[in-house]
């Protein structure tokens, strides 16, 4: 048993070996050499049982729970933030600031919707405040300076997100207009198929990811003067109809009983935040990468997520109330939230791009050239 071992070596023990004087002779020395090696072993063997205890004590220790040490108000309201959280992160901020989620607002805060948003980096600090406390209910608020709340947040837009991933990959063709095996295994060869690289504006000689690739502009056709970004409105349309409504929705009318993203978040119109996700989503799906990058720069395409999502929800915002970003908007709404179905469409903008909604986009942006948007 450990008390017997701990009775017969002792330090007691090992100090009743006699150690041989300078005139012992070889056999006294060869003989206490060898006691000690005895004494040595068994230390050694008791050494490894304690071990062996200590493990056994450390696997039995009873697991912490967070919430034990949580704040009274998060425990209470734990579903809720849940709820608001997974919505959060998709419609509103995609990589939240970790800083920033458990900071309080301050009294005057810059509006998370006016143009004065990006003129400093306060501002931002101060708008990203305003929009998190304008999205999270006002139960939660006394509960959002703790970092139970950001871990909790963080959880949640992570799950969502993959799930939101995982589901889109297995229609990912209907939306693209390409092989749903391309989508299918999250490790196919995607950096080879011409088409996709098209629509990432990458080709063999250059794997350089574009700010604004193609896929935002309608057909695929890309303008420098960004006149037209986001004018391929009918794929973020597809993307978020999928989202919010379920995969089916894509090819019927959405079930009105099904507890869809749309019905549990009360979500009747997109935000800058939800096109820019969608645009986002877009990419990823298109991309080499076979997980989504929580730090936000995809492994093998280096393609930074993050950076982009700041991008198109910034120029979403700065140009939300010009008629061309309006049109768009209404398009989008339309078809998220009404009647109208997309299977007629084809929003990768292949060969066969030829409607008439798109055109009309078009010709709205020559129009709108002379407006100072």
């Not at 608001?84 to 992160?89: D, E, L």
Request: contains cysteine; charged residues 25%.
């Amino acid at each position: 048993s450990d008390s017997n071992l701990d009775d017969d070596f002792d330090e007691g023990d090992i100090n009743r070996v006699s150690i041989p004087g300078p005139n012992a002779s070889k056999g006294e020395v060869m003989e206490a050499l060898k006691a000690l090696q005895l004494k040595v072993q068994c230390l050694q063997e008791e050494n490894r049982a304690l071990k062996e205890k200590n493990k056994i004590l450390l696997a039995e220790k009873p697991k912490r729970k967070c919430r034990v040490e949580a704040p009274d108000e998060l425990v209470a309201h734990e579903q809720t933030i849940s709820l608001y959280a997974r919505k959060y992160g998709m419609t509103v901020e995609m990589f939240p600031d970790n800083e920033l989620l458990t900071k309080k607002p301050p009294d005057s805060p810059t509006p998370f919707n006016s143009h004065d948003r990006y003129r400093t980096a306060s501002t931002q600090e101060s708008a990203f405040l305003d929009e998190l406390y304008t999205h999270f209910p006002e139960c939660v608020h006394r509960a959002m300076q703790s970092v139970y709340f950001k871990d909790l947040v963080n959880k949640c837009i992570s799950d969502a997100r993959s799930n939101e991933i995982k589901k889109l990959c297995g229609v990912a063709g209907d939306i693209f207009d390409l092989p749903p095996k391309y989508f299918a295994n999250p490790s196919y060869d995607r950096a080879s198929v011409v088409k996709i690289q098209k629509m990432l504006g990458v080709s063999g000689k250059t794997q350089a990811y574009k700010i604004f690739p193609p896929l935002l502009f309608p057909g695929l056709q890309e303008d420098t003067t960004l006149k037209t970004v986001f004018g391929n409105w009918a794929l973020f349309a597809k993307i978020l109809r999928a989202s919010l409504h379920g995969v089916t929705s894509l090819h019927q009318e959405p079930c009105g009983g099904s507890k869809t993203n749309a019905r549990k978040w009360s979500f009747q119109q997109v935000t800058p935040g939800s096109i820019a996700w969608a645009a986002i989503i877009a990419i990823f799906l298109l991309s080499p990468d076979t997980e989504f990058p929580g730090l936000g720069v995809g492994k093998s395409s280096t393609i930074n997520y993050k950076d982009l999502f700041f991008q198109y929800k910034k120029m979403l915002i700065m140009k939300w109330d010009t008629r061309r970003i309006k049109n768009i908007v209404a398009s989008i709404d339309n078809h998220v939230f009404g009647a109208a179905k997309l299977s007629t469409l084809n929003p990768a903008g292949g060969e066969d791009f030829s409607n008439e909604i798109n055109r009309a986009m078009l010709a709205l942006d020559m129009v709108s050239d002379s407006e100072a948007d």
